[in-house]
């Protein structure tokens, strides 16, 4: 059984950081690319950063310098280190295993105001 669980998510202040964490089970971590999407209110999901098995990067132009996906094999763990955000960060996050089938998390809130 495929389980991917999101944490971190919550309430912070512009300018402020959070750093979201996803734990993977019944899945071969370790070839497997993962990403981070989200979803803000009224809006289409769109992928936000993606890691390869390889450890190549890809991030969405607005999060560009303000946020850092990294894996940790060993812990079947990706992380979505988020710095400097803004109300428009505003959303549901979701972890996303992107192997022959996509499997995906139950996602975090994050939500950014003052």
């Known amino acids: 059984q495929v389980q991917l669980v999101e944490s971190g998510g919550g309430l912070v202040q512009p300018g402020g950081s959070l750093t979201l964490s996803c734990t993977t089970s019944g899945i071969i971590f370790v070839d497997t690319s993962m990403a981070w999407y989200r979803q803000g209110p009224g809006e289409q999901r769109e992928r936000v950063a993606v890691?390869?098995?390889?450890?190549?990067?890809d991030y969405l132009d607005s999060v560009k310098d303000r946020f850092t996906i990294s894996r940790d094999n060993a812990r079947n763990t990706v992380y979505l280190q988020m710095n400097n955000l803004k109300p428009e960060d505003t959303a549901v996050y979701y972890c996303?295993?992107?192997?022959?089938?996509?499997?995906w998390g139950q996602g975090t809130q994050v939500t950014v105001s003052s």
């Open positions: 890691i390869t098995r390889n450890y190549n990067v």
């Open positions: 996303a295993a992107l192997g022959a089938v996509a499997y």
